[in-house]
Protein backbone atom coordinates (compact mmCIF):
# COMPACT_ATOMS: atom_id res chain seq x y z
CA UNK A 1 0.00 0.00 0.00
CA UNK A 2 1.08 3.44 -0.96
CA UNK A 3 1.20 6.45 1.34
CA UNK A 4 -0.72 9.41 0.27
CA UNK A 5 1.37 12.50 0.50
CA UNK A 6 -1.16 14.04 3.20
CA UNK A 7 -0.59 10.64 5.24
CA UNK A 8 3.28 11.43 5.01
CA UNK A 9 2.41 15.24 5.98
CA UNK A 10 0.71 14.45 8.99
CA UNK A 11 3.13 11.20 10.27
CA UNK A 12 6.17 14.08 9.95
CA UNK A 13 4.43 16.79 12.12
CA UNK A 14 3.34 14.17 14.80
CA UNK A 15 6.47 11.90 15.00
CA UNK A 16 9.11 14.95 14.35
CA UNK A 17 11.02 12.07 12.19
CA UNK A 18 14.12 13.50 10.59
CA UNK A 19 15.78 13.18 6.77
CA UNK A 20 18.90 11.95 6.52
CA UNK A 21 20.99 12.69 3.48
CA UNK A 22 22.20 10.27 2.10
CA UNK A 23 24.07 11.19 -1.39
CA UNK A 24 24.08 13.68 -4.52
CA UNK A 25 23.51 11.90 -8.26
CA UNK A 26 22.46 13.07 -11.74
CA UNK A 27 21.85 16.57 -10.27
CA UNK A 28 19.55 15.27 -6.92
CA UNK A 29 20.48 15.58 -3.16
CA UNK A 30 18.46 12.45 -1.77
CA UNK A 31 17.30 11.73 1.72
CA UNK A 32 15.76 9.04 3.69
CA UNK A 33 13.24 9.51 6.06
CA UNK A 34 12.09 6.78 8.37
CA UNK A 35 8.03 6.40 9.14
CA UNK A 36 6.23 3.98 11.01
CA UNK A 37 5.56 1.43 7.48
CA UNK A 38 9.18 1.77 6.71
CA UNK A 39 12.32 3.83 5.24
CA UNK A 40 12.04 5.95 2.30
CA UNK A 41 14.23 7.60 -0.03
CA UNK A 42 13.49 10.60 -2.41
CA UNK A 43 15.11 13.09 -4.71
CA UNK A 44 15.37 17.23 -4.98
CA UNK A 45 16.26 18.37 -7.76
CA UNK A 46 19.09 20.65 -7.72
CA UNK A 47 19.33 21.61 -11.66
CA UNK A 48 16.66 22.34 -14.12
CA UNK A 49 16.33 22.82 -18.04
CA UNK A 50 17.45 26.56 -18.86
CA UNK A 51 15.07 28.43 -20.85
CA UNK A 52 17.47 29.96 -22.33
CA UNK A 53 16.66 28.92 -25.85
CA UNK A 54 20.06 29.99 -27.19
CA UNK A 55 22.36 27.44 -25.91
CA UNK A 56 21.01 24.08 -25.97
CA UNK A 57 21.14 21.82 -23.51
CA UNK A 58 22.31 24.06 -20.93
CA UNK A 59 20.90 23.69 -17.32
CA UNK A 60 20.99 26.33 -14.61
CA UNK A 61 20.38 25.63 -10.32
CA UNK A 62 17.23 24.94 -9.88
CA UNK A 63 14.52 27.92 -9.01
CA UNK A 64 12.72 25.78 -6.68
CA UNK A 65 15.19 25.69 -4.07
CA UNK A 66 15.27 29.30 -3.23
CA UNK A 67 18.12 30.11 -0.45
CA UNK A 68 16.93 27.24 1.25
CA UNK A 69 19.60 25.76 3.47
CA UNK A 70 20.19 21.72 3.20
CA UNK A 71 21.90 20.20 5.69
CA UNK A 72 22.77 16.47 6.73
CA UNK A 73 19.96 15.87 8.79
CA UNK A 74 16.94 17.73 8.85
CA UNK A 75 13.37 17.53 10.56
CA UNK A 76 11.27 15.51 7.63
CA UNK A 77 8.75 17.95 8.00
CA UNK A 78 10.97 21.06 6.42
CA UNK A 79 11.08 19.07 3.51
CA UNK A 80 7.46 18.13 3.16
CA UNK A 81 7.52 20.44 -0.37
CA UNK A 82 10.09 17.65 -2.14
CA UNK A 83 8.72 14.74 -0.34
CA UNK A 84 5.17 15.56 -2.03
CA UNK A 85 6.79 15.82 -5.39
CA UNK A 86 8.10 12.36 -4.89
CA UNK A 87 5.10 11.12 -3.92
CA UNK A 88 3.71 12.86 -7.07
CA UNK A 89 6.04 11.31 -9.38
CA UNK A 90 6.35 8.07 -7.85
CA UNK A 91 10.14 8.77 -6.24
CA UNK A 92 9.02 8.44 -2.69
CA UNK A 93 10.35 4.44 -2.35
CA UNK A 94 10.88 2.42 0.35
CA UNK A 95 14.22 0.83 1.02
CA UNK A 96 13.55 -0.81 4.06
CA UNK A 97 10.88 -2.04 7.02
Not at 56 to 78: P, Q
Amino acid sequence: MSLTANEVKKELYKSKAMAKFSYYVGGSLYYTVELESGTYKFPMSTVEESEDHDSEGSVRLSSDLGTTEFFSEMKGSDLNRWIQMAIKSGEFIKVSE
